[in-house]
DNA sequence: ACCCAGGGTCATA
DNA sequence: TATGACCATGGG
């Protein structure tokens, strides 16, 4: 069982997942940031409110009252924090003149940028360049960890960059990359929300180890 | 009532 | 560098 075979096996068990769900690269963007340990209906609430608003965009962000950017927020959880989040973020993309500008950045600059940003971290930071600016990196998050090492691919205790490495480096980072990392990060989340809650039944399906609130395997 | 969700930062040792 | 506390809403 390789990392090839395992998106065979998801993407024959879930199809096609169409991700980023969002309209334009900026809604992508918000989108990363609102959904940092959420669950996603709660931050299609808060994009509804945004955009209800007619401020789904930086410069409404940053001008905005705090105080009612965080109401706005506020069924995405954290609204608090993801009010102060989403303003530096709006800061900096602006302040480098947006995305026509930043999609010409390379890559590694591209990353180390958005991960200068105060509240953006690793993941999120990989979910706007895979989701947004299209970049052949891979998204690792906890669902994908506990997969890898339920599966016995990994040991678990790899950092996230070393994860990221091992996709990056089993299928290449050319762009032609892009569509194949995109649907298998979103068949990961797909297979975790789906097969776990919804499909008891899937205890017999071998990839159901990504399953939340599931012992993990003896040994 | 409890558990968790498509994380990240900060304080402490 | 490595844990732990903290942030907070909504659905199962």
Redesign the pocket.
């Known amino acids: 069982m390789d990392l090839r075979q395992v998106f065979d096996a998801l993407l024959e068990a879930y199809g096609h997942q169409h991700?980023?769900?969002g309209e334009s690269p900026f809604e992508?963007m918000v989108?990363?940031i609102l959904?940092?340990?959420?669950?996603?209906?709660?931050?299609e609430?808060a994009i509804a409110n945004l955009r209800d608003s007619d401020c789904l965009d930086p410069e409404c962000i940053i001008e905005t009252d705090p105080a009612k950017l965080?109401e706005w927020l506020?069924?995405?959880?954290?609204?608090?924090?993801?009010?102060e989040?989403l303003r530096n973020f709006c800061r900096w993309y602006l302040a480098e003149g947006g995305y026509e500008r930043l999609k010409r950045w390379d890559t590694e600059r591209l990353r180390r940028a958005l991960?200068s940003?105060?509240?953006?971290?690793?993941?999120?930071?990989?979910?706007m360049l895979l989701?947004a600016f299209e970049r052949p990196v891979f998204v690792i998050?906890?669902?994908t960890r506990r997969l890898l090492t339920r599966l016995g691919l990994v040991s678990g205790e790899e950092?996230?960059e070393t994860l990221r490495a091992r996709f990056e480096t089993f299928f290449g980072r050319e762009p032609g990359n892009v569509d194949l990392f995109n649907e298998y990060h979103?068949l990961i989340?797909e297979h975790?929300?789906l097969a776990c809650?919804?499909r008891p039944e899937c205890r017999e399906c071998p990839l159901a180890a990504a399953c939340?609130?599931r012992e993990p395997p003896p040994e």
């Open positions: 991700w980023w769900p992508v989108g990363a959904t940092q340990n959420t669950a996603w209906t709660n931050v609430q965080a506020r069924p995405s959880g954290y609204f608090n924090v993801k009010a989040r991960l940003v105060k509240g953006v971290g690793p993941e999120t930071a990989d979910d989701y998050d906890a669902y950092s996230y979103a989340v975790a929300k809650r919804k939340p609130s």
